[in-house]
């Protein structure tokens, strides 16, 4: 379960990703397609049907809400990262009330939500092996990355791993408030 980000802030995000790729080469830098804002990672899924019900009577109730990208950081932390990320300069409350949502009504249908706290972020780049990102986060730096938008729907996506990374295609889109 994810939020896709519209194109203009998509290219917006390619741009800020510019000089970073430039200082830090040993990153696996994810692509346009990949990039999301992940509600909740599910793992196979058996039964489509339970949870597509499930997850639109979930986000029925939920309001369309502003959000926009900005700054940067790493997963655990900057000097022994796996991930590097662009997160949440407005509208991460927000996000999080989906996020708490898609959790909630999922569970029930048998996908337990994480044990780590929920943080709004499009992940930007993977590393085989822990490292220094210092370089890539003050390249990234803490500005807006493109404009806010309304956030009117969540996708479920069905990942397929490739030698490129991860291919995304849609299963279904579910608008928030309907």
């Known amino acids: 379960m994810a939020v896709r980000p519209p194109d203009d ?31 909740q990672f599910l793992g196979p899924v058996p039964k489509l049907a339970p949870v597509v019900d499930a997850l639109a009577e979930a986000v029925a109730g939920l309001e369309p809400f502003r959000f926009q990208l900005g700054g940067s950081g790493a997963f655990p932390n900057p000097r022994r990262a796996r991930v590097i990320w662009i997160g949440a300069r407005d509208g991460a409350g927000s996000m999080a009330g989906v996020a708490a949502a898609v959790t909630g009504a999922l569970a029930p249908v048998g996908y337990e939500a994480e044990a780590r706290p929920f943080r709004s972020h499009l992940t930007v780049a993977r590393l085989r092996d822990p490292g220094d990102v210092g370089p890539a986060l003050a390249a990234l730096g803490d500005a807006p990355v493109g404009e806010a938008w309304t956030v009117e729907e969540i996708v479920l996506y069905q990942s397929r791993l490739s030698p490129s990374g991860s291919q995304y295609s849609v299963l279904a889109a579910l608008p928030l408030g309907v």
Request: aromatic share 6%.
């Open 9 to 39: 802030v998509l290219e917006a995000v390619e741009e800020t990703l510019a000089p970073a790729r430039k200082v830090m080469v040993g990153p696996r830098w994810a692509g346009r397609d990949q990039w999301h804002v992940t509600l």
